[in-house]
């Protein structure tokens, strides 16, 4: 479980983003101290470092579940078609192969 120390580094680098201004480790260490956190030094530093280069924003906006996979494959067919003309083959959709349901087996999960 994430310590107090880290969660403040977190949510100062939340309010920085929201504020679109650059992280870094200084800012950081500063929200903390106008927050009265008690923190190590180290930690500022360590959240600036590993948030350098990462569009924070983007990444937040784009959290997602395994299972909502829905809009990727929509996207994924767009693409071709946006390029020109897309080969038939590629186009069609793949039949997969149905799987067996426990019916089929003569037992259940739970028989």
Do not use: H, R
């Amino acid at each position: 479980m994430a310590s107090n120390q880290e969660l403040a580094c977190v949510y100062a680098a939340l309010i920085l983003q929201d504020d679109e201004l650059a992280i870094t480790g200084e800012k950081i260490a500063s929200l903390l101290k106008a927050a009265n956190v008690e923190f190590e030094p180290y930690w500022p530093g360590l959240f600036a470092k590993a948030l350098e280069g990462v569009d924070v924003k983007n990444l937040i906006t784009s959290v997602s579940s395994g299972a909502g996979s829905g809009p990727a494959p929509a996207a994924a067919a767009a693409a071709p078609a946006a390029g020109g003309a897309a080969p038939a083959a590629e186009t069609k959709k793949k039949e997969e192969p149905k799987e067996e349901s426990d019916d089929d087996m003569g037992f259940g999960l739970f028989d």
